[in-house]
């Protein structure tokens, strides 16, 4: 158990619509990230949070947007989802450091699963 | 920008023997650390071995070393003694600065009985 958890682990939903995944750091850590990986893909970069602050975009659609809350819970918004967003995502989180200097490796939640049917 | 190429895809060993899967990736930096991650099918990222770029010294973690070859921008997982369980995809990762990690393609590798 990496110490990150997401929820949902599954969701399932229809074309069009508008979901929310949520990511709880581990305790401590300021940054968190985002990632997609679609079947039998690796991961795509999408966004960073530090301390509440983006610090990083990676390849992000404009339908896709995040935030990080003052208790450093983050949320990845997707809207006008089609069938191409169906993935895994990740959070991952970092030890608490500067995050220009933060090296440390990234601790991983168990992802979310979406399908878009 | 930061590439990472793992050029195998599968890999295959069988059980109690050793197998190397290669990773390079391209830089301009000078500082920075290099990543194995284990994806097993239940698809948690799994954390297997890391290297500071500034150590000369090959990461080891118990039967998972590395060969670290600064200059040719290489850097393989040794998997010693490999077990059932070691079936996974292996993610080979950079990260510097204020980059974010870059994956690989990843590799999937087999163990056979």
């Known amino acids: 158990d990496s110490g990150v958890t997401q929820t949902p682990k599954h969701l399932i939903t229809a074309t069009g619509q508008r979901v929310t995944l949520r990511c709880s750091p581990r305790?401590?850590?300021?940054?968190v990230y985002w990632y997609q990986q679609s079947l039998d893909q690796g991961l795509q970069f999408l966004i960073q949070?530090?301390?509440?602050?983006?610090?990083a975009k990676g390849n992000i659609l404009e339908r896709f947007s995040a935030q990080q809350f003052p208790d450093l819970h983050s949320e990845l918004n997707l809207s006008s989802l089609e069938l191409g967003d169906s993935a895994l995502y990740f959070c991952?989180?970092?030890?608490?450091?500067?995050?220009?200097?933060?090296?440390?490796?990234?601790?991983f939640g168990p992802g979310t699963r979406l399908t878009v049917l | 920008a930061q590439t990472v190429t793992q050029s195998q895809p599968e890999m295959s060993v069988q059980e109690a023997e050793t197998v190397t899967l290669s990773c390079t990736y391209d830089?301009?930096?000078?500082?920075?650390?290099l990543f194995w991650y284990k994806q097993p099918p239940s698809r948690q990222m799994i954390l297997v071995i890391r290297?500071?770029?500034?150590?000369?010294q090959n990461a080891t973690e118990n039967r998972f070393s590395v060969n670290f070859q600064k200059a040719a921008k290489s850097f393989s997982l040794k998997i010693s003694d490999s077990q059932l369980g070691d079936a996974a995809m292996y993610f080979c990762?950079?990260?510097?600065?204020?980059?974010?990690?870059?994956f690989g393609a990843g590799t999937r590798l087999t163990v056979k009985p």
């Open positions: 991952a989180s970092s030890p608490k450091g500067s995050a220009y200097l933060s090296y440390n490796e990234q601790f």
């Open positions: 305790s401590g850590d300021l940054s």
């Open positions: 949070y530090y301390n509440g602050e983006e610090r």
């Open positions: 830089t301009s930096e000078s500082d920075y650390y």
């Open positions: 290297q500071e770029a500034y150590k000369q």
């Open positions: 990762a950079y990260r510097s600065g204020s980059d974010d990690m870059r």
